[in-house]
């Protein structure tokens, strides 16, 4: 048994050989542990190794562990998906959504940004092909939600997100994130400022890296397998 900072300390190793791989200048790729299930302990035990950004998938789940974390250093990320009535406590908790798929659910998290709050940091979760599920918007569909995010003030559009399928191989497993990327190139080419590629989990993040990733998702190689 290893414990969190040991855990922690490897998948960092990794971020650092694949930015060394693939020519990406070191720390461009930042790392989001992924504490979702997982509980307060497990976060105070990362955070005591230096990790500051957490990333949560159910609201019910994330609320009470905020709670008990108040005042402690995180930047919390909310990655899963959202219903409309979660969003009040959505704007109001957190620092970052990934997982932005429709106009609806941008013009209220828009509405209930706290005033007192930085504007909320936005990535559109695309479907790409391979994907995992059927979340995310089309990638046909990217453009037109993107100009609504950049048009709202209390919202700021950073990128894009994508969950592909489990894929072997590591051909395989960049096909998905260079598309990711290239529709980010897209929506530099039209103006908009986007410098997020939220793509890579524990099993392929090598592969995210190679193909651009500036943030990977890490759940289970930091905090070990969900019941
Ligand atoms: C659970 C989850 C992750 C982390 O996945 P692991 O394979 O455990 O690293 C990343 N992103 C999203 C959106 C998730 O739901």
Redesign the pocket.
């Known amino acids: 048994m290893s414990t969190i900072a040991e855990r922690l300390s490897r998948v960092r190793a990794r971020i650092s050989r694949a930015e060394q791989d693939y020519g990406r200048p070191a720390g461009s790729v930042q790392l989001?542990a992924?504490s979702?299930t997982k509980p307060v302990s497990a976060i105070l035990a990362a955070i005591e190794a230096g990790q500051r950004a957490f990333?949560e998938?159910y609201l019910q789940d994330a609320l009470p562990k905020q709670e008990a974390l108040a005042g402690q250093p995180i930047a919390w990320h909310f990655?899963?998906p959202i219903q409309s009535n979660k969003t009040k406590a959505i704007a109001a908790g957190f620092d970052w959504v990934?997982?932005l798929e429709r106009e609806k659910i941008a013009r209220r998290l828009n509405d209930q940004r706290p005033d007192n709050l930085a504007p909320l940091n936005i990535c559109l979760q695309v479907n790409v092909s391979g994907e995992a599920s059927k979340a995310g918007l089309d990638p046909g569909s990217v453009q037109a939600l993107a100009d609504v995010v950049a048009g709202l003030p209390r919202l700021r559009l950073r990128g894009l997100?994508c969950?592909p399928a489990p894929a072997r191989d590591l051909d395989a497993q960049r096909r998905p994130f260079r598309q990711l990327r290239e529709l980010q190139e897209t929506l530099l080419a039209n103006g908009l400022a986007v410098d997020t590629l939220s793509m890579g989990?524990?099993?392929d993040l090598e592969a995210a890296v190679a193909e651009g990733s500036t943030l990977v998702?890490?759940?289970?190689?930091?905090f070990g397998a969900?019941d």
């Open positions: 989001l992924v979702k990333g998938n990655i899963g990934h997982s997100m969950i989990m524990s099993g998702r890490v759940g289970t190689d930091i969900r």
